[in-house]
Antibody, heavy 121, light 110 residues
Framework: QVQLQESGPGLVKPSQTLSLTCTVS??????????WSWIRQPAGKGLEWIGR???????NYNPSLKSRVTMSVDTSKSQFSLKVTSVTAADTAVYYC?????????????WGQGNLVTVSS | QSVLTHPPSASGTPGQKVTVSCSGS????????VRWYQQLPGTAPRLLIY???QRPSGVPDRFSGSKSGTSASLAISGLQSDDEADYYC???????????FGGGIRLTVL
């Protein structure tokens, strides 16, 4: 059974960098069959896609966040990561990592439980 | 403001059929396939529908999806109390070169 687990600090100071890691178990990031995405959700609001990465190194970012976001993948650890620079209170949200499964038309078929990140001094 | 639009809420009584819609444009729904996600309170979203009308294993056939032109719909028949959740449509947008979500539809079971 595929499982994704986000990890990272729950509190980040304004203007600093938010860093999160997603560890994948039960599937291989190296297999190349899927994309791996980050999605966030401010409290009481909807879902916002942040970006995705493929084991080949191919990356797509949300244009509205592109200037502040960096994603990377470490296939040896079965992990992929997210960095968001110059954070503000508007970046406070639950951050989810998710798998885009090629076999289900690249739908997000598996999600982590979410990691709440609060931006506050 | 979301690229995909729909009413913010819907409601129905147990046993009823409810349909929620999602409207987009040629660069997203008009040129790609729609996914639908269900988010129960306090939990991560769950995939309900992919490729417009396909259900992953484990999703009851009470849930069905369709697409026509630049709009898509999710129908829930035999409404149950535990269907009360937020529902999101999602599609790849070729202009933005990324995924876009609807703002979420809050379904209330009366």
């Amino acid at each position: 059974q595929v499982q994704l687990q986000e990890s990272g600090p729950g509190l980040v100071k304004p203007s600093q960098t938010l860093s999160l890691t997603c560890t994948v178990s039960g599937d291989s990031i190296k297999s190349g069959g899927h994309y791996w995405s980050w999605i966030r959700q401010p409290a009481g609001k909807g879902l916002e896609w942040i970006g995705r990465i493929h084991s080949s190194g191919s990356i797509n970012y949300n244009p509205s966040l592109k200037s502040r976001v960096t994603m990377s993948v470490d296939t040896s650890k079965s992990q992929f990561s997210l960095k968001v620079t110059s954070v503000t209170a508007a970046d406070t949200a639950v951050y989810y990592c998710a798998r885009e499964n090629r076999d289900s038309d690249y739908a997000f078929d598996c999600w982590g439980q979410g990691n709440l990140v609060t931006v506050s001094s | 403001q979301s690229v995909l639009t729909h009413p913010p809420s819907a409601s129905g009584t147990p046993g009823q059929k409810v349909t929620v819609s999602c409207s987009g444009s040629r660069s997203n729904i008009g040129s790609g396939s729609v996914r639908w996600y269900q988010q129960l309170p306090g939990t991560a979203p769950r995939l309900l529908i992919y490729n417009n009308d396909q259900r992953p294993s484990g999703v009851p056939d009470r849930f069905s999806g369709s697409k026509s032109g630049t709009s898509a719909s999710l129908a829930i028949s035999g409404l149950q109390s535990d269907d009360e959740a937020d529902y999101y449509c999602a599609v790849w947008d070729n202009s933005l070169n990324g995924w876009v979500f609807g703002g979420g539809i809050r379904l209330t079971v009366l």
